[in-house]
């Protein structure tokens, strides 16, 4: 995840890894992240990722609102294809209109692209797998594992708004100290904050889950008159 403001600079950390932009897609996303900003009303916009698809590639970009938001800032996330660099917001999952049963991602390789790919199978009644070889059921998103995915009559939009969710839950993950809360208990960025000390930079123990607090015990922090003055209000990895 990047900041728009310091997009190009924060890419240039990923070439070692070998996982980066060509020059066309930097060019088109920083220039989609600018149109963002000035189409929507938020605080900040970030870069959050690339997902492979069998047929097509999808650029996902997440904004954080601050303001008049109850200890944690409103996440929205928003997705654009090759065919067409302009952010789209992700449309709201309806779930009584979800089927009953799981949808689940079955691993299979690629070897061109020296990646695993997800093909899709829904489980039948008595738990029958059907393949969905027909064209309106095919599905591009890549997975690199087995996933279940609640299904409905889901759309390809569906699926990759609730395995970006899923990946964001789990994943995103901000040093601690980087965010405090205010009085009025709005969670921010800590413009104090100058980093994490070079040796405990690998230490995981340092970082903590950028999401809403799930902890009991934090969640009971967070009430204290004291939360302001603390930085490990968010869960723990």
Known sequence: VMLASTFQEDLSYLWPTGQSLNPDEKLNI?????QLH???DFEEALFWGKISGLSSDYYIAQTLQYSNQYEFPLKTFYWCK??????????????????SGPVSIIVHRRPELGTDRGAVERGGRGG???????????DSLASTIEEVIPPKNLTELDRLG???RAIDHECFIVPEGGFRLTPDHELVRNK???????????????????????DYEKKERLDKGDAVFRYDLLDEI
Request: charged content about 35%; proline content about 2%.
């Open 128 to 138: 029958e797998g059907v393949g969905l070889d027909e064209e309106e059921d095919k």
């Open 162 to 164: 609730i395995v970006v």
């Open 82 to 99: 090759t065919r067409d660099w302009n952010f789209k917001e992700f449309p709201v999952l309806n779930w009584k209109t979800v089927e």
């Open 192 to 214: 104090c904050f100058e980093g994490i000390n070079k040796e405990d930079i690998m230490d995981l123990g340092f970082y903590k889950h950028f999401r809403n607090v799930q």
């Open 38 to 40: 000035e189409q929507e």
């Open 30 to 34: 920083n220039l989609a992240l600018t």
